[in-house]
């Protein structure tokens, strides 16, 4: 009840941080998505920049977040950039690894087929490929997403803002109205993501490929 | 530069950095030892108890969803500050990894393998312990090693509840805007994290069965 008062009163500052957080979260998830799949379609090209690429980027996801922020702080200092490169780096790995598998499982037959067809390699990949791989990749966006959520109320650590305010300063005075005011709304958010990607999938997924019920 | 020297060079601050590194060994292996001992049975029993499998893995796959930060602050109203409200945190956190993959790992044994077995003459422990549990074992460590790695990530956080290890030099670095004590605490910590998944990548390629090895 008091934890309603504390929503009530506070209403338009938790919106405000939500949708700062909302916007960390997929700013780092875009920027991961520009490079992610050109790398990935790129790896899944050159096999032989397989192993280094998701080495580095298994790598990245195994540094821990509060030193992670702190290593990227001293090249960028205390800014909504050093938020959203780190929600970038870590959303990477799922996006260029789903890529890869996706464009990599494509069956050769029709990889055949196309070519047989006249396609160019371009051609395959942009009718092709990508389409058959969007449902994997799209899993790799969730997770991505997924964990930025999570991770983005850790930023405000760095100075970027987000839902963590109000959790950091919950702590600091140990004021569980604030905290939950904090943690509720991005746990939702972590939901959402999960729940709406998931839709989404099933949307891109193309028609042959749709389970039949 | 100097400032990064001057601090990493410091006897006292390596002193503090060992400690704190002892600290926070323990507290995440605690916390992944804890989760072990409850998740890997629990995974066993929801293979012989279907019905309770869903929703056992939404309330767990929940609790992972809520940011990492804001467990650990729930905990302080419950448990107040110091090393308790940090295990139970991480406990919570480390048990979904372990829990589903032994879940997964039971489920996708061969049922003629089973079949086999029973054939044998084996009771339902004997198929546990050596048909079951061995088949799996790959998996079960994969969830170990995934919930350790991430495990020794989140104890950073641990110094925000009171209860050390080498976040606390880490947030002291943000405090003080020093690189030298961010880097003091954020390489031992990244070392260790990047060690454990190497190591227990070894071990379960080690305790994978011989015939089942790729």
């Known amino acids: 009840m008091e934890f309603l008062n504390y929503v009530v009163h506070n209403a338009p500052t938790i919106l405000d941080l939500t949708g700062e957080h909302l916007q960390l979260a997929l700013m780092g998830v875009l920027c991961a998505l520009l490079v992610g799949v050109p790398v990935g379609i790129f790896i899944s090209r050159h096999p032989r920049w397989v192993g280094p690429v998701l080495w580095i980027t298994n790598a990245i996801q195994t540094i821990p977040s509060l030193a992670l922020i702190g290593f990227v702080m001293i090249f960028l200092g205390l800014s909504r950039e050093t938020g959203v490169t780190v929600l970038f780096l870590y959303a990477l790995m799922p996006i260029i690894r789903n890529t890869y598998t996706g464009v990599t499982a494509v069956d050769s037959g029709i990889i055949e087929a196309a070519r047989g067809m006249g396609m160019t390699s371009w051609q395959i990949l942009r009718m092709v490929q990508l389409p058959l791989a969007l449902a994997i990749i799209l899993v790799g966006v969730r997770v991505a997403l997924v964990t930025a959520v999570g991770t983005a109320s850790m930023m405000s650590l760095a100075g970027a803002g987000g839902l963590g305010e109000l959790i950091f300063a919950g702590i600091d005075r140990v004021n569980t109205k604030m905290i939950l005011g904090g943690a509720l709304p991005a746990a939702m958010l972590a939901v959402l993501a999960e729940v709406g990607i998931g839709a989404l999938e099933r949307k891109l997924t193309p028609g042959g490929l749709q389970p039949t019920r | ?214």
Request: charged letters at 10%.
């Open chain 2, 1 to 214: 530069m100097n400032e990064i020297i001057t601090t990493l060079s410091n006897p006292r601050i390596q002193q503090q950095i060992l400690e704190q590194a002892k600290e926070h060994l323990m507290i995440s292996f605690s916390a992944v030892l804890l989760a072990i001992l409850i998740a890997v049975p629990l995974g066993i029993f929801l293979t012989r108890c279907e019905r309770l499998a869903n929703p056992v893995m939404t309330v767990v796959g929940l609790l992972q969803t809520i940011p990492s930060i804001a467990l650990l602050a729930f905990m302080i109203p419950l448990l107040g500050i110091g090393w308790r409200p940090a295990l139970a945190a991480l406990f919570l956190y480390a048990l979904l990894p372990i829990l589903r993959n032994t879940y997964a790992g039971i489920r996708s044994v061969d049922r003629g393998v089973l079949e086999a077995g029973r054939g044998m003459g084996m009771t339902p422990l004997q198929l546990l312990f050596l048909v079951e549990l061995p088949m799996s074992f790959r998996v079960i460590m994969n969830g170990i090693r995934v919930s350790t790695v991430s495990i020794i990530g989140w104890a950073t956080l641990a110094a925000f509840v009171g209860a050390g290890g080498l976040g606390d030099t880490i947030l002291s670095g943000f405090a003080l805007v020093s690189t030298g004590l961010i880097l003091a605490g954020g390489i031992p910590v990244t070392l260790m994290a990047l060690l454990a998944d190497f190591l227990l990548g070894r071990l379960e390629k080690a305790v994978t069965p011989r015939g089942l090895a790729i």
